[in-house]
C-alpha cells in the first residue's frame, strides 16, 4: 500500500511523536509498504519518502525534556495550512492510508482526525468524536466513572482565575495530591504536591495561567497498564518506579523504570484489570477499528483507579504498546501491521 505517516505536530510530545513516525516507517517498509513520513508543522513537511521496501529510515532520540513550546502558535499554523490544502493535502488523498503517529495536541484531541474526516482521507485510529472524549481527562473520567469504571475524586482548577477552590484546599490538605494539566500526554508537567505553598510554587513557575489543571488524591499502590487492540485486549504491563510518578524523563529515559510484561500479578486481577480497559475502550467509544492504552495505579489497599485513556499511545521500539504486544507473540511490525488492517478491512 501507499502510506503516509504523520508524525511530529505541535504538541509537548512532538519528539515522541517524530520518533514513533520512525519506528512506524520503519516497520512499514519491512512489511513491503510504500512509505512517505511527513511532519506537518516542519517548514518542509515532507521528511522522508516515497520510500520502497528495502530503504532504511533512520531513528531519533528522545529527548530528557519535552520541547519548547514557544513556536507552538507557527507550528499549529503551519499544520492547519498542510492539513487543509496544497501539496501535503494531496500527497494525503493520494495515499491509500494515512498512519497517524502523533501523540498530544491536535493530533490527539480530535482535530487531525475531525481534517481528514471531512478530506475523505482514511487514517488509522480512532475518530474524532473518541480522540475528544478520551483527551480532556476530567470529561473522560466523568464518563468512566458512570460506565462502572473506577476513577479518583478530581477537582478542576484555572491558576490564572482567581481564589484557590475550596475543594482543591480539601484535597490538597488531605494530601498528597497530584497536580496535572487536564489535557496533555507523555505526563508533561505532572507534580506530586504535598501543601499549598508548594502548589502555589508550581502554579508560578509553571505559568499555567489559564490552563486547565486537575488536582486528585497521590495513589501509593502500583501501576500499570493495558492496550486494547480492536477487539483484542493484550497482556497487563506494570510499570515499576523508581520516582513518586511517571513523568515525561522517568517514560523516556533508559534505566528511569522497569517495564515487566506480563505483570507479575495474580490471574484474577489480570483479568479484572483487562476487563477495566476494556470497558473504558467502549465507554469512550474506541470502536474495532481502533485501539487504545488505558493507565491504572492502585490505592494503598490495593484497588485499581484507572488515570486515563490514551487515544493515540507511543509507537516508538521501547513504548509500552509494542512491549505489550511482545506479551501476545507480536513482534513490532506484526503490531503496526494489526493497525494497518484494522483501519482497512
Not at 521528511?47 to 519548547?68: I, N, Q
Not at 466513572?145 to 484557590?164: K, M, Q, S, Y
Request: with cysteine; proline share 6%.
Amino acid at each position: 500500500m501507499r502510506v503516509v505517516v504523520l508524525c511530529g505536530g505541535e504538541s509537548s510530545e512532538r519528539d515522541v511523536s517524530l520518533a514513533s513516525g520512525r519506528s512506524v516507517a520503519g516497520a512499514l517498509l519491512e512489511r513491503g509498504h510504500e512509505v512517505v513520513l511527513v511532519d506537518p508543522a516542519a517548514a518542509v513537511p515532507v521528511l522522508a519518502g516515497p520510500l520502497r521496501p528495502g530503504e532504511v529510515v533512520d531513528g531519533v532520540k528522545v529527548g530528557k525534556e519535552p520541547p519548547s513550546l514557544s513556536d507552538r502558535d507557527q507550528l499549529r499554523r503551519r499544520m492547519h495550512a498542510a492539513l487543509t490544502g496544497g501539496p501535503v493535502l494531496d500527497l494525503l488523498r493520494g495515499a491509500e492510508l494515512v498512519f497517524l503517529a502523533l501523540h498530544g495536541g491536535w493530533g490527539e484531541d480530535g482535530h487531525v482526525q475531525a481534517l481528514l474526516e471531512m478530506a475523505g482521507v482514511r487514517f488509522t485510529g480512532a475518530g474524532s468524536a473518541a480522540c475528544a472524549a478520551a483527551w480532556h481527562k476530567g470529561r473522560a473520567q466523568a464518563v468512566l466513572d458512570a460506565a462502572g469504571v473506577p476513577v479518583a475524586e478530581r477537582v478542576l482548577w484555572r491558576p490564572g482565575a482567581g481564589e484557590l477552590p475550596h475543594d482543591v484546599k480539601r484535597l490538597v490538605s488531605a494530601g498528597p495530591v497530584v497536580v496535572k494539566p487536564v489535557a496533555d500526554g507523555s505526563s508533561v508537567s505532572v507534580h506530586r504536591v504535598d501543601s499549598l505553598s508548594q502548589l502555589a510554587q508550581i502554579a508560578t513557575a509553571e505559568s499555567f495561567g489559564d490552563v486547565e489543571l486537575m488536582v486528585e488524591p497521590f495513589l501509593a499502590g502500583r501501576e500499570f497498564t493495558v492496550a486494547v487492540v480492536g477487539d483484542q485486549v493484550l497482556p497487563v504491563v506494570e510499570i515499576e518506579l523508581t520516582t513518586p510518578l511517571f513523568d515525561y524523563t522517568a517514560k523516556y529515559q533508559s534505566g528511569a523504570v522497569s517495564e515487566v510484561c506480563p505483570a507479575r500479578i495474580p490471574d484474577p486481577f489480570a483479568s479484572r484489570l483487562q476487563e477495566l480497559a476494556l470497558r473504558a475502550h467502549q465507554a469512550l467509544g474506541f470502536g474495532s477499528d481502533a485501539y487504545s492504552r488505558t493507565d491504572f495505579r492502585c490505592d494503598a489497599a490495593g484497588e485499581p483507579v484507572c488515570l486515563e485513556v490514551n487515544a493515540l499511545p507511543g509507537l516508538t521500539a521501547t513504548s509500552l504498546l509494542p512491549l505489550a504486544a511482545t506479551g501476545t507473540g507480536w513482534a513490532y511490525p506484526d503490531l503496526v501491521q494489526r493497525v494497518v488492517d484494522l483501519a482497512t478491512r
